[in-house]
């Protein structure tokens, strides 16, 4: 699956394109047959979600932060997304050297 979600420069709304809210709603639907709780998507963009606790007890919390567009400056058309299932040693990790 690919979709195009390439900002538009000079447009008031945020998300700036239909791209970007067709992930948005991708996203949010996967976040919850994953199981995930509490599943938001404001009327700006910002999806959020809670995995609950595996263990007992009051744990920490973790974040993650990201966004859905890329840059205006080049083209999100034709783009072949790839999966990764498996990282080894970090390889792919920006910096990284053997």
């Known amino acids: 699956m690919s979709l195009d979600t390439q900002s538009k420069a000079g447009v008031r709304q ?4 239909e791209g970007q809210w067709k992930l948005l709603h991708l996203l949010k639907e ?3 047959e994953m199981g995930l709780i509490n599943v938001t998507l404001s009327e700006k963009g910002t999806l959020m979600a809670t995995l609950p606790a595996n263990v007992p007890g009051d744990i920490p919390a973790i974040g993650f932060i990201s966004h859905v567009d890329t840059s205006p400056d080049c083209s999100g058309k034709n783009v072949n997304p790839q999966i990764v299932e498996k990282l080894s040693r970090w390889r792919y990790c920006a910096g990284y050297r053997r």
Do not use: I, Y
């Open 30 to 32: 996967q976040l919850e």
């Open 14 to 17: 945020v998300p700036s394109t």
